[in-house]
């Protein structure tokens, strides 16, 4: 059975979930939420509420006079999870909404706004946005989200690393101060590095010799993060080696067990060819 739109209608910005639409909605018209879906399941109407039930989903389709494909952004793609986190400010014409951007990383192109913690314009980084294509067009693909462990690899590796001079001088061209937002240049290159299949499968492998892998760890950081005398490069370069070796470490024992880890260090090896069914 479909249900008749509500009497106000309320617009459902791009990737919005249920919850924060369902909200919106209600709100415009003079209720709540729960109270709709409580008279629906009164009226036999609504048969199940679970957060993401298929009835629910339409329900709210319908209620709202929303397009199908609404409410149908997977949570998994990819081999990567897709997480719903706060929407674009300014998409969202300053409306708070929640929501599934598989595409995106930090940053709305379209507003050239940061969609982290603190949102906030940065059209006056051009760093930023360069970043946020290069994640769009080679990380989203392939199922490396922005809250995925390649780039909570790639944040600790940048502020552990980076020159603090380069940081300063950030800060004062752009007047920014929030140092998630400066460091996102280097933190997609590290998530692109550390899924980068040529990278892996030489790191990442117990038969390469020892000192080969440590090399090439530490001229592929060194060429994200230029050698400068206030830089801490060794300590970038030394998270990069311990997840290596973890890995080199967990697939020789995966191998020889032929039992695979879930955990999210393991399934970086996705990207390489030393994991069996391994993808690019």
Excluded at 42 to 50: C, D, K, V
Excluded at 202 to 219: F, G, I, L, P
């Amino acid at each position: 059975m479909t249900l008749r739109p509500l009497p106000i209608s309320t617009r459902a910005f791009g990737g919005e979930g249920v919850e924060t639409y369902s909200r919106r909605l209600a709100t415009r018209n003079h209720t709540d939420n729960k109270a709709i879906e409580y008279a629906l399941r009164g009226r036999g109407l609504l048969p199940s509420t679970a957060a993401h039930s298929p009835d629910r989903l339409q329900a709210w389709r319908d209620l709202g006079g929303l397009h199908q494909s609404m409410f149908t952004t997977p949570q998994e793609s990819n081999g990567g999870r897709i997480t719903d986190r706060d929407l674009c400010a300014r998409c969202c014409q300053g409306q708070s909404a929640h929501g599934r951007l598989p595409h995106a990383g930090f940053v709305c192109l379209r507003h050239r706004h940061w969609i982290g913690v603190r949102q906030r314009t940065v059209d006056q980084f051009p760093e930023a946005l360069s970043a946020e294509r290069h994640f769009r067009t080679h990380l989203a693909p392939r199922g490396v989200f922005f809250d995925a462990f390649a780039m909570q690899l790639g944040l600790d590796c940048s502020a552990a690393g980076i020159c603090r001079s380069l940081l300063l001088e950030r800060s004062r061209r752009t007047g920014i101060g929030d140092l998630a937002i400066l460091l996102y240049p280097e933190q997609v290159a590290f998530a692109r590095l550390v899924s980068q299949r040529k990278f892996l499968d030489v790191v990442a492998n117990s038969d390469v010799e020892r000192k080969q892998r440590h090399t090439v760890v530490q001229s592929a950081v060194r060429a994200i993060l230029p050698g400068a005398k206030n830089g801490q490069t060794w300590r970038a370069v030394a998270r990069i080696w311990t997840v290596s070796e973890g890995l080199a470490g967990l697939n020789a024992q995966a191998t020889r067990d032929a039992s695979y880890p879930v955990d999210d260090v393991y399934q970086l090896l996705r990207f390489s060819s030393l994991r069996p069914n391994g993808t690019q």
